[in-house]
């Protein structure tokens, strides 16, 4: 069964960082894609970020450009997001789904707060 | 960007009645390879969203046949033919052939 798990939300600062962890299982990680989507309370999904299998290729949305990272251990079955200078605007949902043109599973979500 | 656009944003249906959600994008879908890459979410309240359909009209495996999905070009359309209570919650379709990838805005089922 594929599993994605997410950890690593939080309250921070404006400002500050966080680094989101999705850890996979039930299917060979290194072999796809990854993404990041978020959803802000109330509002619909956004897609933030992602990573091709060998992570030597990123892909961004504008708002997140130049602030955010996504990256990959594929030894460990995990994908990242670190997020810099973060604004209240980035407050959300964070999730990690499998895939590239399409997103086949979506863990659970970790909760990123941007508040002073 | 391209924008996806939704229609209804809600939608009040009867149990074991119909229901049909429509999506059109402001460019075609159609990848260099052939394929369309619009796909079609579940989002039940409380829950992570589930992808129903990809490539337009592929059900995802234990998705019910009551779900469909149909269209080319710019314009798709998802149906289900006989509403049921679990079939409450929001629905977006995505494009998944240009960058950045963008979303519908979402349609909120509700049971009438």
């Known amino acids: 069964e594929v599993q994605l798990l997410e950890s690593g939300g939080g309250l921070v600062q404006p400002g500050g960082s966080l680094r989101l962890s999705c850890a996979a299982s039930g299917f060979t990680f290194s072999s796809y894609a990854m993404t990041w989507v978020r959803q802000a309370p109330g509002k619909g999904l956004e897609w933030v970020s992602s990573?091709?299998?060998?992570?030597?290729?990123?892909y961004y949305a504008d708002a997140v450009k130049g602030r955010f990272a996504i990256s990959r251990d594929n030894s460990k079955n995990t994908l990242y997001l670190q997020m810099n200078s973060l604004r209240a605007e980035d407050t959300a949902l964070y999730y990690c789904a499998k895939g590239f043109t399409s997103y086949e599973c979506w863990g659970q979500g970790t909760l990123v707060t941007v508040s002073s | 960007d391209v924008v996806m656009t939704q229609s209804p944003l809600s939608l009040p249906v009867t149990l074991g009645q119909p229901a049909s959600i429509s999506c059109s994008s402001s460019?075609?879908?159609?990848?260099?390879?052939?394929?369309?890459?619009l796909n079609w979410f579940q989002q039940r309240p409380g829950q992570s969203p589930r992808r129903l359909i990809y490539?337009?009209?592929n059900r995802d495996s234990g998705v019910p046949d009551r779900f469909s999905g149909s269209g080319s070009g710019t314009d798709f359309t998802l149906k289900i033919n006989r509403v049921e209570a679990e079939d409450v919650g929001v629905y977006y379709c995505?494009?998944?052939?240009?960058?950045?990838?963008?979303f519908g805005q979402g349609t909120k089922l509700e049971i009438k």
């Open positions: 490539r337009v009209s």
């Open positions: 995505m494009q998944g052939t240009h960058w950045p990838r963008t």
């Open positions: 460019q075609s879908l159609v990848y260099s390879d052939g394929n369309t890459y």
């Open positions: 990573v091709i299998p060998s992570g030597s290729a990123t």
